[in-house]
């Protein structure tokens, strides 16, 4: 999953301690007071990106495919309930194999017999076609400000209408989402009882139980947004990767109403859908989780190569994007692999990247360790400002001193000043330096 700015957990659906409430959110840009209260794609849909040889060769060369749960998909009863609600779809990417499937989505490229779950748990294998649960089911949603992604460089001051499903392609030992995150959509929405599509006019809160049987599907996101005066739609919390239909038909959705899409994700995703996706997409937050193959695989259950690649493909594709890295004690704090990773940063992605250093807190399976020294934090970010990179940024520590501060890398002025998740000063005109004309690197207007 991607990682937002915070150590607080987020609220799902499935958690009867929480209420949503739809309809209170403040207005225009967010004080610090506001935001500290805040289709058959087969074969032939593949042509051109990988054909079978490609892909046999490589699956090959490389590992096994992800671990699966056999023999549990949603029985008969489940699935009509489900099919009745909308909330599957037949998937994208993904390769017929007699009557097995193999998606293609990321590198975890899942196999599934008839009847077995992938290891995102969203996806199954019906009688030999692949069908993702996760659409128009969102198990949790909010109003954040865009700081919160956290993104520094992109419509600073905004609200975000941000959602998620269950799932995620990782397995990563701290997850600060793992209610929502390791758990399969039917753990997390209810669609039993009477229908509920939520759409403006929107009641002023919403029960556990009419979030768990809540419809929110790309139209309704975009109308809801745009209702709460939200400029951007996030897709964020678990794993955008994981409910990639209901991703990409919403941002088509937004797009065509004029709003921007922020994509927060872990970036394990094949280039031919990562491509498909990301060219409706308009911001996207990165989690560079280390920089060590071997932590990725212990730490995240990931490989750091594919996410390489796809920072890589975001800088081709021209979007905003920012990277944020968790410095976990143990695992991600060595000061030379902090190094290396931002040395490549700047020799791939240019010395503009934001690289969002952020505090560890005990939790989830890492419970057991300290949360991260500032010293260490401190450090890193001393390391990646020698390796040449200008918008460095420390999170998760309030009150540490000018950590969330944008300086000018001309004058060396702040020119962005933050609370929280609050901007409390934007010396910005036009883009650039209010106090030197310096041109600083983001997207400053819709
Ligand atoms: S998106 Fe899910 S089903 Fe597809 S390969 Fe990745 S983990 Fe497997």
């Not at 023999?71 to 993904?94: F, T, V």
């Not at 941002?251 to 031919?272: D, Y």
């Amino acid at each position: 999953m991607g990682l937002d700015q915070t150590s607080r957990r987020t609220v799902s659906s499935h958690d009867p301690q929480h209420e949503h409430v739809v309809g209170h959110w403040p207005k225009g840009r967010i004080s610090r007071r506001a935001a500290i209260g805040l289709g058959a794609t087969g074969v032939a849909g593949l042509a051109g990106a990988a054909s079978l040889f490609d892909f046999f060769s490589k699956w090959r060369e490389s590992e096994a495919p992800a671990d699966i749960f056999k023999g549990d998909a949603p029985n008969n009863e489940i699935w009509e309930l489900w099919r009745k609600r909308g909330w599957m779809k037949e998937a994208s990417h993904y390769l017929k194999l007699g009557r097995n499937v193999q998606c293609k989505i990321c590198p975890n490229n899942c196999i599934l017999e008839p009847g077995d779950r992938s290891h995102c748990r969203n996806r199954v294998n019906r009688d030999g076609t692949l069908y993702t649960l996760a659409y128009g089911n969102p198990c949790t949603f909010h109003v954040d400000p865009v700081e919160k992604k956290p993104l520094f460089h992109f419509l600073p001051g905004t609200r975000t209408f941000s959602l998620a499903t269950s799932g995620c392609v990782f397995r990563c030992l701290n997850c600060q989402n793992w209610e929502i995150s390791q758990k399969k959509p039917e753990e997390t929405k209810n669609p039993r009882g009477e229908e509920l599509c939520l759409k403006p006019p929107l009641p002023p809160h919403l029960s556990h139980d009419q979030m768990s049987r809540l419809s929110l599907f790309p139209e309704n996101v975009v109308a809801v947004a745009a209702e709460l005066g939200c400029p951007s739609v996030s897709y964020t919390y678990s794993e955008p990767t994981a409910y990639y239909e209901y991703t990409q038909d919403t941002c088509k959705a937004a797009r065509e109403r004029k709003l921007k899409n922020i994509v927060v994700s872990c970036g394990s995703i094949e280039e031919r859908p990562a491509r498909d996706l990301y060219q409706f997409v308009d911001a996207a937050h990165v989690d560079l989780k280390g920089f060590d193959d071997d932590i990725y695989q212990k730490l995240n259950s990931g490989r750091l190569q594919p996410i390489l690649n796809t920072l890589k493909t975001l800088k081709e594709l021209n979007l905003w994007f920012e990277i944020i890295n968790l410095v976990v004690p143990t695992y991600t704090d060595n000061l030379d692999t902090i190094r290396r990773m931002c040395a490549w940063i700047v020799k791939e992605l240019g010395t503009d990247r934001p690289l969002h250093f952020s505090r560890f807190h005990p939790q989830h399976k890492l419970a057991h360790l300290t949360p991260t020294p500032v010293g260490t934090l401190l450090k890193a970010r001393d390391a990646a400002r020698a390796e040449g990179l200008r918008f460095v940024y420390i999170g998760n520590v309030p009150g540490l001193e000018g950590a969330e501060t944008t300086w000018c890398p001309g004058c060396k002025k702040a020119v962005i000043e933050r609370d929280i998740f609050a901007v409390t000063c934007l010396d910005l005109s036009d883009g650039k330096c209010r106090f030197c004309g310096t041109k600083i690197a983001g997207v400053w207007k819709m």
